[in-house]
């Protein structure tokens, strides 16, 4: 029953992904996720909520990481451009987290504890890959 819960709760988490590179290949914190998931020892609600905080955690490296690589090749007034834009995504962050947190759990069942973790993750996940583009496209120039 464990690996049932465990196979649809990846397939939520492959649905509701948004924020994968378009060369389709998974990023290795995605892949480290999944594995982590799929460890015998992660099989509760526990080890699946902790396995998505790791990922979280390192999304948000991966998010300061493109963030510092993104100030040093930006003007002065794109920098302060980019520390407001941060600051005002810091802020929907906290206010979304705190929004689907109290959302899923008050729903009945430990599931909804892991998709509100998981949440968190693809949030994070998702602006730093937009960071990441954002780089990507002044290297180019």
């Known amino acids: ?4 819960f465990t196979v649809l709760f990846t397939l939520f988490l492959t649905i509701t992904t948004f924020g994968q590179d378009t060369n389709n290949e998974k990023h290795p914190i995605d892949i480290k996720r999944e594995q982590c998931l799929y460890t015998d020892s992660n099989q509760t609600t526990y080890g699946m909520m902790e396995c998505e905080a790791i990922a979280r955690d390192e999304w ?11 100030m040093n090749t930006l003007t002065t007034e794109q920098q302060e451009n980019l520390v407001i834009a941060q600051k005002h995504w810091i802020y929907y962050r906290d ?3 705190d929004f689907s947190n109290r959302m899923y759990y008050d729903k ?4 909804w504890k892991i998709v509100a973790t998981g949440r968190q ?6 602006r730093a890959l937009d960071l990441k583009v954002y780089y990507e496209t002044l290297s180019f120039d």
């Open 1 to 4: 029953m464990t690996r049932f």
């Open 60 to 70: 948000n490296d991966e998010m300061n990481k493109y963030y510092k690589l993104l």
């Open 95 to 97: 206010k979304e987290f």
């Open 108 to 111: 009945e069942g430990t599931l």
């Open 121 to 126: 993750c693809e949030i994070v996940k998702q």
